[in-house]
Structure formats: structure tokens, C-alpha cells
């Protein structure tokens, strides 16, 4: 009876909550709305502004979400904290007993060295906690290149005997990536989910220290019907100007938007794909992600499945929380413009695919919000191009007809006003302008009046100096995302795909060069040049207020390449700009694997004919590499065509050398036990002067290794 009452008091509280929220998104729309329509109609209304007021509503409206979740951020935050989140219920120093747990690392031909080191600073973290004997880990590879596989197979060994990990550390490298990563973790999930209750998911990039791993799972005790929690990890390990920039933003502005979105989403919050706990069971259960009707890119998979995914535990009944103030949750971002632009248009076709599920039987409104939020997250970005090219026509039509058609004079001052002289053009103008910068302000403001927590970006004024040039750097590259995702959106409108390739998360000291920027950018500049060139013949009021959008497009070239530079990354650093509480104040995990990759260091590099096909060559000349991968291939029979071309194939191999092989042929190979033992033992028993050229030259190349001191992957 009493939990009936808790239930009943909560859903009253959620109501209320949500009845606020939402009044004041719609109130302020309201209200803008009044503004935008009164500036619109005073002389009548035509096809075109109707357009214009309509795309207003839409846009200013997604503005108003922002704000508000802000704005509840500010007032939960300025009241202490909320009491109703998911880590209230765990009572300070309380430990519940732990469930079996298995961490969960899908890989794509991701960098093997920060991979297993990431995984080393994570195993090492959890056994500190004295928790170990509750946590596996798994990697599990879809890697689609031998050199890729054979380097993980390599290292996951190392590390296992470096830190005794045989048994808790596992790695799986699949037959055939299916549907990415969600048919990856899909794999795994059929295999081996019936063992563990629970599965924390991390991406190739994400650190989670030890506690924050054993807080989830005691979380997930203490909560039996959650389903999903997530937490929010820190941007961290930038050393581009433009990944400095991004981490401090996140970091200094989250915190305000985290309480925020908790405060109005309680239990049905949404998931983000990684540094995130699963139960199991439910998401086996409930979470199978159904094709969509069609083809790509609309139909077929889904490639975004983490909003997929929340909507259908919550329809299941499962509570998905978000905890943003669990600390030691981490990942890195984008080192460049380019890349960064490089995952949005991966993520734009799928959150477009989105907008099938908008309407789908038994999800629930909140649910609904979360997917059609992340559709605007890119559509917003054509309706604002769209809205802005209407307003300059608008202009311009006022501006030409009198010298076209015969007008009243009023009629051409009052549009000509329609900028410059009307009060509600300037009063909305700023209303607009409040909505989006007052958050900021207010993050800075918080920060600053804590002394502590105003240190941890470097005191008062680098703080305040760095929240500025943010302001200017994201002005500036607003309106070139704003093109970027409009070309994605159109893209993806018109039928093109996007392949699944790997995202960049090393940098480049050199950062992006001028042909790459000149490549990426050349259209948005011309568009710029084009665009303000045009609103200044034709009136040169209109121009300055353009002036911003147009700024960003023209100088996007040289911003996108100063902003990839690593040398003004560290300068800014030297300089206290952009510090985040992660680099003034280091957890030891991200201390420890900074020094693990500093003290890394490989075999001896191989000869320049033998590099692009290393791990074959290793595969099949070393006999330690060669009986560790055939051991961790499942034993397959293939059928008798298969055999007799992979027959053919590992004889080809041994008289010509792998040149002109494909890389579906190396791997067919690689994946074949029977022409892997075959293979070893073809190269050392037949004479040298039948052996393809290359052959002889990995093998006097494999001498050298061998009789050189010793070398390792790792320490």
C-alpha cells in the first residue's frame, strides 16, 4: 500500500513538473509568436510570410526547450540538488550487494593501443575497488581489416598476462559485422547475456573509474526497475584547439541542462549508447530493434539505436534514468571541425530515420519528445537556412518593388522598417538572443560565485576570458554546422547512404591541411561571399544584420584549420584557457593512462613492402601469433566450393604474395583455421627459392625481430 502511495505521489510530482515545463516553452513561443506575427501582417499577409511565421514557430520553439530545461536546471541547482534522481536512493557509503556484471567495448578498426589501455586503466580501476570478482570484460571486434585483427588479438593477450585478466578479459571478433554495433552487442547479448544480470556498455574511447562502475550496479540493486541507467561523461584527452573548446563547453554549461533535463524526465529519460549500465534481461526481452519499412536511407536498419532502444524499455515498462552527477565517467571527442562534421553526418541519417518511429503504438510522450528532439537536433539546421533565405527575400522584395510596381510610399517605409525602425523587431531580436545566451551566463555566474569550483577551471577570470571566446569560436561555427547538417539532411532526403567507416579520435599535430579545408569549406565560403555580397548591392542595412551568419561562412576555411592545430591547443593551455576541472584537477585513471601511452612502445617497425600486409605476414610466418589466432577461431566447416577456393587462395598466397589479393581474400584466409595451419606450415617446410619474393623478405625481416632484444606491444 505505502509503494502505491509513493507511485501515486511521484506521477502527481512528474505532472506537475511536466504541466510547468511545458507551459513555459509554450509560453514563450507564445509570445514570440505575437511579436513575429505583428511584424509580419501589418500590411496584409502573403503566401511567403505565412512561410516565414510558420518556420518561426517551429524553430523558436526548439530554442524555448533549451532555455527551459536551463532555466529548471538553474533553479534546481540554486535550491541544492534534486532529491528526486536515481543516485538519492543510495544512501552515502552504502553498498548493496553486487550482481554479475559484464563491460562490453565493441570495436571498429579502432587505434589497438589506446583501446587496450583504456581497458588496462578500467580493470585496474575496478580491482582497486576490491570488486573485481563481479566484472567481465569483454571486446568485442568488428575490425574488417587483418592488420586491425591480428594487432587486437596480440594485445588483448599481453594485457591479460600483464595483469593476470585470462578468465576476466575477453575478446570475440565476429564472422560478419551485421548491423553494426548494435547487432554486435546483439551477438554477444545471444551468447554469453544469460551469464551476467547486468552490462555496461563503453565505447572505444570511454574511461569509467571503479567506483563509478560499482555505483552503477549497486544503483541498479537498489532500483529493480530500472532498465537503463546513463551517465554523462566528461569530454576529456583534447589537444586540438577545437576539442579544448568543445570540452569546456560541455563541461561548464552540462551540469545546468543535466539537472534540468532529470527535473522534468525523472524516469523516462533516454540513453546515449555508451558509459551506461543494461539489465539484461528487459533489453533482451524488449529491446530487438525491428527493420524499417523500405530501403535506405530512410528504411532498413536502424543506425541510431540508443533513442530506439530507451523508447522500447520504457513501452516494456522500465524505468530509464539519467544520472549526470555520477562522477569518473569520461570519452573523447572530435579532434577537428571536419571530423566532428564527419560523425554528424553519420548521426543525422539516423535520427532522420526517427521520424518513422515518431507515431509508433505503445511508446510513451516522453519517449516521443526524445526521438522528435533528435530529429530537430538536424532538421532544425535546413529550417533555419530556409528561414533566413525567405527573410532575405522577403527584404529584398521590399526593397525592389518600388522601382517595379506602382506602391503606396507608406508601403515601402513600413517594410523598409521592417528591420530598422519597428520597436518589435529589435524587442525580438533581443527576446531570441536572452533565450540563447542567458544560459551561458548563468553557468558562468554559478561557477564563479564557488570559489572552488571556479579553481577547477583555472579561477575567475581565465574562466570568465574562456566562456568568452567560446561565445565568439561557436558563434563563428554556428552557421558552418548549420550548412554542414543542411547538406546531410538534403543528402540524406535524396537517397544517399552513409557508410559505416571509423571515427578519428587521435590527432594530427599537423591538424587539417589547406586542400582538405579547401575541399570541405570552398562551397560554404563561396555561398557566404555570394550571400553577402548580394545583400549589400542590393541593401547594405540588411548586410550588417547578416553579418554574423556571414562571418562564420567566409572565414570557415581559416577557422577550421586553426581551430585542428595541436600546437594552439597546448598554447591555450599554457595560457589557462579552456581548462576543465579534468585537466587542473586529473582523476588517476586519466593520469594513469596518459602515462600508460606515453610508456608504450611497439616491435621494431617493419620494412616499408611488408607494412601494408604486417598482420598477415605475422599471422602466418610467427608460430606464437599464428597458434594464437588459429585458438581463437571457431571452427567452422566450410563446404566443399569453399574449400577448393581457399585451396586455391593460401597456394596463390605462397607463390605470388599477398600484392594483389583483396582484403575480402586475407580475411577469408585469416578466417580459416584449416589454411592458417596450413599456411605456417607450407612457408617453413618449402624451399626459399619457391617462395614468392615478398615471403623471402618478411622472413629475413622476421629473423631480425627475433634475434633483436626484446620488444613489446605494451610494458
Wanted: aromatic content about 12%; glycine content about 8%; some cysteine.
Amino acid at each position: 500500500m505505502r509503494l502505491f502511495l509513493t507511485e501515486q505521489m511521484d506521477a502527481a510530482r512528474l505532472n506537475r513538473r511536466r504541466f510547468l515545463f511545458f507551459s513555459a516553452i509554450f509560453g514563450l513561443t507564445s509570445v514570440a509568436t505575437w511579436f513575429m506575427a505583428d511584424l509580419l501582417w501589418r500590411d496584409g499577409i502573403s503566401v511567403l510570410e505565412f512561410a516565414l511565421l510558420t518556420l518561426f514557430v517551429i524553430l523558436f520553439a526548439h530554442i524555448a526547450v533549451g532555455f527551459c530545461t536551463a532555466l529548471v536546471g538553474f533553479y534546481v541547482l540554486n535550491r541544492g540538488g534534486d532529491s528526486s534522481r536515481v543516485t538519492a536512493t543510495l544512501a552515502p557509503g552504502e553498498e548493496p550487494p553486487l550482481a554479475p556484471t559484464a563491460i562490453v567495448m565493441p570495436v571498429f578498426n579502432e587505434d589497438v593501443s589506446r583501446v587496450f589501455e583504456g581497458l588496462r586503466v578500467v580493470f585496474r580501476s575496478v580491482q582497486e575497488t576490491k570488486k573485481l570478482e563481479h566484472f567481465d570484460f569483454f571486446v568485442l571486434s568488428d575490425s574488417n581489416q587483418p592488420n586491425q585483427w591480428i594487432q587486437e588479438e596480440l594485445a588483448w593477450l599481453e594485457l591479460c598476462k600483464q595483469v593476470g585478466g585470462f578468465g576476466k578479459i575477453f575478446y570475440r571478433k565476429r564472422r560478419q559485422s551485421i548491423n553494426k554495433k548494435a547487432g554486435n552487442i546483439a551477438d554477444f547479448l545471444r551468447r554469453w547475456g544469460k551469464r551476467y544480470r547486468y552490462m555496461i556498455v563503453l565505447d572505444a574511447d570511454s574511461i569509467m573509474t571503479g567506483r563509478a562502475l560499482v555505483e552503477l550496479v549497486a544503483l541498479m540493486e537498489k532500483n529493480p526497475s530500472a532498465g537503463i541507467i546513463q551517465t554523462a561523461p566528461r569530454i576529456v584527452n583534447g589537444e586540438t584547439l577545437f576539442a579544448r573548446m568543445q570540452s569546456f563547453a560541455s563541461r561548464l554549461y552540462s551540469p545546468l541542462f543535466l539537472a534540468g533535463l532529470n527535473y522534468w524526465q525523472q524516469h523516462e529519460g533516454n540513453f546515449w549508447g555508451h558509459n551506461a549500465i543494461i539489465r539484461i534481461q528487459p533489453f533482451i526481452d524488449h529491446c530487438s530493434l525491428p527493420d524499417l519499412p523500405g530501403s535506405e536511407p530512410f528504411g532498413g536498419r536502424i543506425l541510431s539505436h540508443d533513442f530506439v532502444e530507451a523508447a522500447l524499455m520504457r513501452k516494456a515498462g522500465w524505468a530509464v534514468w539519467l544520472a549526470g552527477d555520477i562522477e569518473g565517467t569520461f570519452e573523447e571527442g572530435p579532434p577537428t571541425l571536419i571530423d566532428s562534421a564527419k560523425r554528424d553526418r553519420r548521426w543525422c541519417q539516423g535520427n532522420m530515420q526517427h521520424a518513422w518511429l515518431l507515431t509508433t503504438r505503445g511508446f510513451r510522450p516522453a519517449s516521443r519528445f526524445h526521438l522528435l528532439m533528435g530529429v530537430m537536433g538536424y532538421l532544425s539546421s535546413p529550417l533555419w537556412l530556409l528561414f533566413m533565405i525567405l527573410a532575405t527575400i522577403h527584404v529584398f522584395a521590399g526593397v525592389v518593388a518600388p522601382a517595379v510596381v506602382a506602391v503606396r510610399p507608406e508601403n515601402y517605409t513600413s517594410i523598409f522598417g521592417y528591420i530598422i525602425e519597428v520597436p518589435e523587431a529589435l524587442t525580438l531580436f533581443a527576446f531570441t538572443m536572452l533565450l540563447l545566451f542567458v544560459p551561458k551566463i548563468v553557468s558562468v555566474v554559478l561557477t564563479a560565485g564557488d570559489r572552488g569550483a571556479a579553481e577547477r577551471f583555472g579561477g575567475k577570470h581565465r574562466l570568465v576570458a574562456s566562456a568568452v571566446l567560446e561565445t565568439v569560436l561557436s558563434t563563428l561555427l554556428a552557421p558552418v554546422n548549420m550548412v554542414f547538417n543542411s547538406k546531410f539532411v538534403l543528402f540524406t532526403l535524396l537517397g544517399q547512404g552513409v557508410n559505416w567507416v571509423t571515427q578519428k579520435r587521435g590527432v594530427d599535430d599537423d591538424g587539417t591541411d589547406w586542400r582538405e579545408a579547401i575541399i570541405t569549406h570552398g562551397g560554404q565560403t563561396l555561398f557566404g561571399v555570394v550571400w553577402g555580397a548580394t545583400a549589400f548591392i542590393m541593401w547594405p542595412a540588411f548586410f550588417w544584420w547578416l553579418s554574423p551568419v556571414l562571418a562564420g561562412l567566409v572565414l570557415s576555411i581559416p577557422v577550421s584549420i586553426l581551430l585542428s592545430k595541436a600546437a594552439l591547443g597546448r598554447g591555450a593551455r599554457s595560457l589557462g584557457v579552456f581548462l576543465t576541472p579534468e585537466e587542473t584537477y586529473p582523476p588517476y585513471e586519466l593520469k594513469r593512462l596518459h602515462q600508460n601511452l606515453a610508456e608504450c612502445y611497439r616491435h621494431l617497425p617493419p620494412l616499408k613492402p611488408l607494412r601494408g600486409d604486417y598482420g598477415l605476414m605475422q599471422a602466418v610466418l610467427d608460430p606464437y601469433v599464428n597458434a594464437l589466432h588459429v585458438a581463437l577461431l571457431r571452427q567452422r566447416r566450410p563446404s566443399e566450393d569453399a574449400r577448393e577456393w581457399l585451396a586455391q587462395l593460401r597456394e596463390r598466397l605462397l607463390r605470388d604474395g599477398p600484392g594483389k589479393f583483396s582484403t575480402k581474400e586475407k580475411m577469408a584466409l585469416l578466417l580459416d583455421a584449416e589454411s592458417m595451419i596450413w599456411l605456417h606450415r607450407e612457408l617453413w617446410s618449402q624451399p626459399a627459392e619457391s617462395l614468392a619474393e615478398w615471403w623471402r623478405l618478411a622472413m629475413r625481416q622476421y629473423n631480425v625481430l627475433t634475434t633483436a632484444p626484446t620488444t613489446a606491444l605494451y610494458r
